[in-house]
């Protein structure tokens, strides 16, 4: 056996860009995917343990951050019934974790234009009749990684409340979860999403500022900047954004200005 072969069978793999990895010799732990059993570092993520274990992400990860949606997972633990649910990019392993991915699930999507549907609840009643199939069972808001009421906003629409709605769903990231668990085949977080695009289009009273800002902008008062941006290098563009002037942390809100106002 050469040398590189022996360095390569005494090197444990380890997988790169988590800062969660062990060093070597750490412990690892027996997970399930898809049913088949690897042996992973125990302070992965799942998805950071599915890499590990030699899984590549074509989809089913995206932000990796816990915001896109883009990576639901459903796992078991040994000897247990029950069905967790969470997310690959920030939930940990565990040992005797029985897990899947789901990607993607196959929810209906109804076709609008949002100037066209009007602000009215029955616009949302007509677009997604299925909302009058919950039969309140909660497994909805069970499955949520994110802890949203989903059984309280679809309550809330069918009684015609669309602002409890759009507030309710606000922490939604629309990873589908709640319609795989579905009883009544709703596609809640599509629902939920144009809920929020109702309340926002006929509901919210427009900003007073926007007009301002909107029309500044009409005006081409931005122009000359973005010309800057536009012929700036990635280096010189990378350089702005590091010193740009940002807001301290936990300043009081309207309490901070930037020293440059020229654009404000
Ligand atoms: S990859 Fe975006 S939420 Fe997990």
Redesign the pocket.
Same mark, same amino acid.
């Not at 997310?87 to 920030?90: I, K, P, S």
């Given at each position: 056996m050469c040398e590189t072969e022996q360095k390569k069978q005494v090197t444990p793999r380890v997988a790169t860009g988590d800062r969660a990895i062990l060093p070597e010799g750490a412990k690892t732990i027996p997970v399930y995917i898809m049913g088949k059993k690897y042996e992973v570092p125990e302070t992965l993520t799942i998805?950071k343990a599915m890499e590990f274990a030699g899984f590549h992400f074509l989809r089913g !990860? +995206? &932000?990796? +951050? +816990? /915001? =896109? +949606? !883009? &990576?639901p997972t459903v796992y078991r633990m040994a000897g247990d019934y029950k069905l967790h649910f969470g997310?690959? =990019?920030?939930t940990v392993v565990a040992a005797d974790m029985y897990l899947a991915q789901i990607p993607f699930f196959p929810a209906n999507r109804a076709d609008y234009s949002i100037d066209e549907i009007g602000g009215l609840p029955e616009a949302i009643h007509a677009l997604y009749p299925e909302i009058f199939r919950c039969v309140a069972c909660n497994q909805c808001t069970k499955a949520c990684p994110m802890d949203v009421d989903v059984l309280g906003y679809i309550s809330a629409l069918k009684q015609g409340n669309i602002e409890k709605a759009a507030k309710l769903s606000f922490d939604c /990231?629309q990873c589908g979860l709640c319609a795989s668990r579905c009883l009544g085949e709703i596609p809640q977080y599509h629902v939920a999403q144009l809920a929020r695009r109702v309340y926002g289009r006929y509901i919210l009273p427009n900003a007073e500022h926007l007009k301002a800002r909107t029309a500044a902008i009409e005006s081409g008062y931005y122009d000359k900047m973005l010309d800057e941006l536009e012929k700036m290098s990635k280096e010189e563009l990378e350089k702005r954004y590091v010193e740009r002037e940002r807001e301290p942390d936990f300043a009081e809100v309207g309490s901070w200005k930037p020293e440059e106002t020229r654009y404000l």
């Open positions: 998805m !990860a +995206g &932000c990796r +951050g +816990g /915001i =896109c +949606g !883009a &990576c997310l690959a =990019c920030q /990231i």
